[in-house]
């Protein structure tokens, strides 16, 4: 089997046009350093977990640049830390194409409940792609 990369690389998939990235993470308080929690020592959510989604779509889409269309971040689930950041989404706009991505970071409530959620470094990504022919049968 082909990776994407290969794929895209190739043409078999069209060009990229859009990329949807989802960087969910679970959080697990007893392993993380104080510093953690203060955006101003670890960078915010988009630093540190949606720039892995601005580079592949850097890479999916072979854009040279990236401008930040709109953005947004939260702290949603932990009051007990203002400087943290567990949500944030993004819109980016590169050379004829764009990106949405979105990063978060699990409550700890529903985590517990739930084991379906994705382990904490598990990350989503969609290409859409155009392409120029027929059709291909799904």
């Known amino acids: 089997m082909k990776s994407a990369g290969e794929l895209v690389k190739a043409g078999a998939i069209g060009q990229v046009?859009?990329?949807?990235?989802?960087?969910?993470?679970?959080?697990n308080l007893s392993t993380l350093p104080e510093w953690f929690f203060d955006k101003a020592?670890?960078?915010g959510i988009l630093c540190d977990i949606a720039s892995h989604q601005f580079d592949q779509y850097l890479f999916f889409t072979g854009s040279t640049q990236a401008e930040v269309v709109s953005s947004q971040v939260g702290n949603v689930h932990y009051p007990q830390y203002p400087k943290f950041e567990d949500f944030g989404d993004v819109?980016?706009?590169?050379?004829?194409n764009s990106a949405r991505t979105n990063a978060c970071i699990s409550n700890p409530i529903v985590e517990a409940s739930s084991e379906t959620l994705?382990?904490?470094?598990?990350?989503?990504?969609?290409?859409?792609?155009?392409?120029?022919?027929?059709?291909?049968p799904c």
């Open 91 to 96: 819109m980016l706009r590169g050379n004829g």
């Open 41 to 43: 020592k670890f960078g």
């Open 17 to 27: 046009i859009q990329t949807i990235g989802l960087g969910p993470h679970r959080m």
């Open 118 to 136: 994705p382990s904490r470094r598990s990350c989503r990504m969609s290409l859409c792609c155009a392409r120029v022919g027929p059709a291909i």
